[in-house]
Structures are given as C-alpha cells and as structure tokens.
C-alpha cells in the first residue's frame, strides 16, 4: 500500500494493516490548509502563524515543515579577537569549507600507533616500556607491573632510601601543576623515510602514542597560527528549534559570566564564554514558539531578528563579566512559525503580525472535519500512529476503531457543536487511546478491543466532567468545596479578610 492510498476501513481487522506515510506532513491529518502552505513555507522559505486550540496539530505542522528543509549547509563560528578581545568576530563556513578543515586537522593530529609499534627507546622515555624487563604497561605506572621495579632507570640508579616516597611526591605535584616536567610528554627525534631523514615528534595519548611527521607538524604550525576559535552553531544540527516558553537569554544568547574577568593567564577568554540564542541556533531552519503572547515584549527581537536576519550577542547581565562582550552580525536566518490559541491572538504583537503577513500566511487550524469516509480513513491512520509512536501498547481491533470513531463524532458535537463531524482536537484523542492501550496491557490482550475503549471513555474525562458527573454542575460542586472550607475559615479563601493581610 502507498503513502497515497487510502485505507479501506471496512476492510481493516487491526491498526497493524495501517501503512503510516513516510512523509511527515501526511501525517498530519484534517488540517489541509494548514499542511498546503507549509509545503510553500518549507520550499519558499515563507513564515506561518497558526491560530487554534491546544492539541489540534500546530506543533506537530512546526515539526513536519523542518523535515521538509535542505540541511543546514553553514557553521558559525566566534573568532577571538587579538586587538580586542571583547568584540569577537564572527566566521561563517560552508560546508564543503568545514569538511575539508575536518580533514585537514585530522591529519594535523597524526597518527595513533601502539606502544609496542613505537620505537624502544621512545616507548621507555615517554613511561610506556619498562627499562629491566622490557614489559610494556600504562605510563600512568611509574613501577613495572611485571618486575615491580621503577621503569625509569634515572630514577633507579638513584640509591637514595626515600627514592620511593619523593617520586612519589613528585609524581603528585605534576599531577597538580606544581612541579616541572618531571616525566617526558612528547619525545622529538629523527627517522629515515624513503631516503630522506626527517623530523619526526611521538606524544603521549593516553594508552597509545601520537605520531607526527614533519608535514603533519607543519600543519599543526598552521592551525596554532590562527586566532583560536569555537563553534556557535554547527554544521550538523537539528533544523527544529523549539524556544517555546524561552528566557530572554536563551531566546537571544549570552556571555558566560567569568570571576576573573577574561585574565589572559587565569580567566577564559571572551570569544570562549560566547552562547548562542535559539534564534541564532535556529539558521537555516525553523524558530518554532508555541504560546506565542507568552513571549510579552521579547515578541520585538523576534521581529528584528527577521527583518535583519542576523542578531548581535552580549552579556545581559549588568553585573556579570560578560556584560562588555558583544559579538555584532551573527546570522540568524530562520523560517519562524508561532502559535497561538484564538483568545490570545490580540497579544501577539501587530509589527510581528505584520511582518509574518508580509512574508507568509496566517491559518487558523480546523477543530473538526466532516464525517466522511475519505476523513474516516485519515482518524484510522492517526490512531495507527499515535499507537506506533507510543511503541509500549498493542494495536487496535476493528471494533475498538468503530468505538474511537463514535467518541470523535460525539466530541465535535459536545466540544464545537458540529453535527456529522469529527473532532480534531487529537491530543485528547490520542489520551483515550494510550489509556485504553494501558487497560490492554494490564489484561495481557493482544489488541485494544471495544471494551477497552468504553472503559478508557470513563477514565479519560477530565475534572470538570467527573465534578459534573458527581455534583450534578460545576458551579455545585465549586459551591460544596468553598461551604466546606468556610467552616474552617481557610486563610487560604479569605486571606482579603484578614486585618494584617500581605496582599492589601
């Protein structure tokens, strides 16, 4: 069965016949519109706001629109700068540039070998072979683990009775930085390669030895020349960036603060504390912001960040080091899609409206669909997925799908008021089918029968049905809490009547 083919639900004994579309935005279903201009939003480039209730698709819209991108093809990163360390630069590589300096430090790295392939002489002074018997064992043991006698044979010719206990302390300040270089970390000599003799260096490396011939030396010359550097946003990244509910720095990026002020000697360097925000970490890809009013004013960064498509970083706060550092021009090109439900709409800014109208559209999702065999078709594949993407509960018979059916008619009539329709306000959906799925794993079924689904109906309701259910209404039952609470005098219902109250 093709992605395109439609399922035939008379024809379906369980939700294990349904072929899930390998194309997310298939997967999303009754929302037509909204999956259309993603398509153009995705290949155009195009910003979306969406507009409806919780659990009817929006995030899941977001999500399916950044699997529809190209990969991100540059990498960002933060340059220090030698003349002025706290205004960093900032250097954008494309991908091919980034594979091929991949290769490049690869081979400035040299070459792991064993020790046992290291010549002899430079296996013993870097603490690898032992001088007596020629065992070889970590060069973090100073005593041979074969003859238990020093290695170092400096070390041994010493007759001194404490030998023992001040290489041992000597052992210890290096470990701490005290002391000098008491044992040997790299060991520079000569070798003979093709008829030519070149230098040639081998380095300690934890268990194995580094090698680096005279071209892999150059290189390593090259990469120490340049001005250090790290990278802000890698070439390897998710295009989704969720920044829902986001501070301002996580939203806008950081300096790191630093006690000792970016010291040259003790301190990390500016370029060094640099964080990128969600809009820089964003490029090339999808800023998603569910909840959008939630933002308040920082809606207007938002906005300047794409009209400019590039955003500076500094330190936010005004008492840390990092408040003097600033890294001006960081790319922050993004495909923005906010959401936001239908009474919140008037707090979503109107430059920001703007701008996305201006460059994109605006949706206002569906909560139900009409009741027809074609949408039928698509609420089986939603209760497929839901119980794939679940992965811990069994699938569904065709009974229990008959059942899942029925309460989408009957939410779209009690919810919306619609009448032949389906509801589309599918997290609530997907709730009564996890919960009917738990009741058939707890009875060790094989599938989730009708039974299962009846039962999971009672248990799904939320608090103000089961208040309803218990009380006859709502306002009963609000009435039969506070009554209680009132011969107890709560503080917590009548702190306004307190004489001392905090709150007046």
Not at 218 to 231: A, F, G, I, L, T
Not at 328 to 336: L, M
Not at 394 to 411: G, L, V
Request: with cysteine; glycine share 6%; aromatic share 6%.
């Amino acid at each position: 069965m093709s992605d395109a083919d439609q399922v035939d639900l008379s024809s379906v004994e369980s939700t294990a016949q349904v072929v899930i579309p390998s194309d997310p935005l298939k997967r999303v279903i009754g929302q037509d519109e909204a999956v259309t201009l993603a398509r153009i939003a995705a290949k155009q480039r195009r910003h979306l706001l969406l507009v409806g209730p919780p659990g009817t698709g929006k995030s899941m819209i977001a999500q399916a629109l950044a699997l529809h991108l190209s990969r991100p093809t540059q990498e960002i990163r933060v340059v220090h700068n030698p003349e002025n360390p706290e205004r960093p630069f900032i250097e954008v590589k494309n991908e091919d540039e980034v594979h091929k300096e991949s290769q490049t430090k690869e081979f400035a790295e040299g070459e792991l070998i064993e020790p046992k392939n290291a010549p002899i002489n430079v296996a013993e002074r870097l603490g690898y072979r032992c001088r007596n018997c020629g065992a070889y064992s970590s060069p973090k043991e100073r005593t041979c683990i074969k003859c238990q006698k020093l290695k170092s044979a400096e070390t041994n010719a010493n007759n001194n009775p404490f030998g023992d206990i001040v290489s041992g302390l000597f052992e210890q300040m290096n470990v701490a930085g005290l002391a000098g270089n008491v044992g040997k970390d790299r060991v520079t000599t000569t070798r003979t390669r093709f008829g030519k003799e070149e230098v040639v260096v081998f380095e300690k490396c934890g268990e194995m030895v580094r090698v680096l011939d005279q071209e892999a030396l150059e290189k390593r010359r090259d990469w120490e020349r340049q001005s250090p550097r790290k990278v802000l946003v890698p070439l390897d990244r998710n295009p989704f960036v969720l920044a829902t509910g986001s501070s301002e720095t996580e939203l806008l990026g950081d300096v790191r603060h630093d006690p000792y002020g970016g010291h040259a000697q003790l301190g990390t360097q500016p370029y060094d504390r640099v964080v990128p925000g969600a809009i820089h970490e964003a490029h090339e890809g999808v800023l998603f912001v569910d909840e959008l009013p939630h933002l308040g004013q920082m809606q207007r960064f938002i906005l300047t960040a794409m009209q400019e498509r590039r955003f500076p970083i500094s330190g936010r706060n005004p008492q840390s080091a990092g408040a003097s550092v600033k890294v001006d021009n960081v790319p922050c090109s993004f495909i923005f899609v906010g959401a936001c439900n239908i009474q919140d709409l008037e707090q979503v800014l109107s430059p920001l409206r703007s701008r996305i109208c201006g460059n994109g559209y605006e949706v206002l999702v569906n909560t139900t669909i009409p009741d027809t065999p074609m949408n039928r078709d698509k609420l089986v594949q939603f209760i497929a997925q839901e119980i794939v993407s679940d992965g811990r509960i069994p699938h569904a018979d065709d009974q229990a799908i008959a059942t899942i059916i029925k309460e989408a008619r009957a939410k779209a009539l009690r919810i919306d008021g619609i009448n032949n329709a389906l509801t589309m306000r599918l997290r609530e959906l997907g709730g009564l089918i996890r919960a009917a799925g738990d009741l058939a794993v707890v009875e060790d079924s094989e599938l989730i029968t009708k039974k299962h689904i009846i039962k999971a109906v009672e248990r799904s309701k939320n608090v103000e049905e089961q208040i309803k259910d218990r009380y006859g209404s709502y306002s009963k039952g609000l009435g039969t809490d506070i009554t209680s609470a009132q011969k107890e005098r709560s503080p917590y219902y009548f702190w306004n009547e307190t004489k001392d109250s905090m709150f007046r």
